[in-house]
């Protein structure tokens, strides 16, 4: 059984930082490419940020330069470190892993973590 689970998410002011951590399990985590994706209401799910097996990149537009996603295999777990945060950054943000290039959007998911950016 795939389970993938977020922590890290909360209130933070506009220009704080937070640290999500997404734990994997039931998967040969070594192999997956790993992404983050956040849905705000209204709002399709966009992509974040991702990274393949071999540590290769990708983020959104929007978070360049903001937000930087790292994986460790040793621990079976990818983290998104979010940094100068913005009120559009609210969202709530999940986990992705799958077997698929970068930006598409397929495999496991997890339950999501809320981030909410506001003074």
């Known amino acids: 059984q795939v389970q993938l689970v977020e922590s890290g998410g909360g209130l933070v002011q506009p220009g704080g930082s937070l640290r999500l951590s997404c734990a994997a399990s039931?998967?040969?985590?070594?192999?997956?490419?790993m992404g983050w994706y956040r849905q705000a209401p209204g709002l399709q799910r966009e992509l974040v940020a991702g990274?393949?097996?071999?540590?290769?990149?990708d983020y959104g537009d929007s978070v360049k330069g903001r937000f930087t996603i790292s994986r460790d295999n040793a621990k079976n777990t990818v983290y998104l470190q979010m940094n100068s945060l913005k009120p559009e950054d609210t969202a709530v943000y999940y986990c992705?892993?799958?077997?698929?290039?970068?930006?598409?959007?397929?495999?496991?998911w997890g339950q999501g973590t809320q981030v909410t950016v506001s003074s």
């Open positions: 039931g998967i040969t985590f070594s192999i997956y490419t």
């Open positions: 990274i393949t097996s071999g540590g290769s990149t």
């Open positions: 992705n892993a799958k077997l698929a290039g970068l930006r598409i959007i397929t495999g496991y």
